[in-house]
């Protein structure tokens, strides 16, 4: 089992080039989010989605567009990078039959750099 | 805007002792969770506490709630080096369609 993967693990942009990050899980999860780590901040939701063809934003979605084609793939996508994008990117994804409840299983992250 | 907020900041204590860790969060919650991050990795899972819910244990691990309070925290008893880690609380707020929120973590370090 993959559990979550992400990729790239690390990309470097410059300011106003465009890119995907990946997300794919093989849980068969419904649920799936992309949260962003700055130094200081902590997590912040970005979008989110509790199935196939669903997706809402989360607390931080400007400049930011995901789509959900399959149950596996959640894929982010920036559409004209900027400097305040830089940071730590996390996909997650959980189903509530194990504990009742929305517990995340975490991706190993990827590190963005814009400049 | 975060939900929890975890307390202190950063924790440092001796191999072998107690680490209590504490969160307060602002609405009602259906359950508050517990994560660890160790550096330069994904978050994992510790422990979850439901609303209806006092106390919880798991191996070395004892997570309380307080709702009247508002506040939760979580005790690593016996710590081990291993323990080293960033620890969050999240909630899953009542009305938030299962949205996990995450407070600003909590850096613990423990000293051989």
């Known amino acids: 089992n993959a559990g979550v993967t992400q990729t790239p693990k690390f990309q470097v942009l410059k300011t106003g080039q465009s890119m995907t990050l990946q997300c794919a899980q093989d849980m068969n999860h419904e649920y799936m989010s992309w949260y962003r780590q700055d130094p200081g901040m902590g997590l912040r939701l970005i979008h989110y989605?509790?199935?196939?063809?669903?997706?809402d934003q989360g607390e931080v979605p400007n400049g930011y567009n995901v789509s959900r084609s399959t149950t596996e793939d959640f894929p982010l996508r920036l559409l004209s990078a900027a400097p305040s994008q830089t940071s730590v990117y996390f996909c997650?994804?959980?189903?509530?039959?194990?504990?009742?409840?929305?517990?995340?299983?975490f991706g190993a992250g990827s590190r963005l750099t814009v400049l | 805007s975060q939900q929890g907020e975890e307390d202190p900041q950063a924790l440092s204590i001796q191999e072998g002792e107690n680490a209590t860790m504490n969160c307060s969060y602002k609405t009602s919650i259906n359950n508050l969770q517990w994560y660890r991050q160790n550096s330069g990795r994904g978050l994992v899972h510790l422990i979850l506490?439901?609303?209806?819910?006092r106390e919880k244990h798991s191996g070395r691990l004892r997570v309380t709630l307080d709702t009247s309070k508002k506040s939760s925290s979580l005790l690593i008893t016996a710590s081990r080096a291993a323990d080293t880690a960033s620890y969050f609380c999240a909630t899953d707020a009542v009305g938030a369609n299962s949205k996990l929120t995450f407070g600003k973590g909590i850096t613990l370090s423990v000293r051989p």
């Open positions: 989605s509790v199935g196939a063809g669903i997706t």
């Open positions: 506490i439901r609303s209806n819910e």
């Open positions: 997650a994804s959980s189903y509530e039959g194990a504990h009742g409840a929305n517990v995340l299983t």
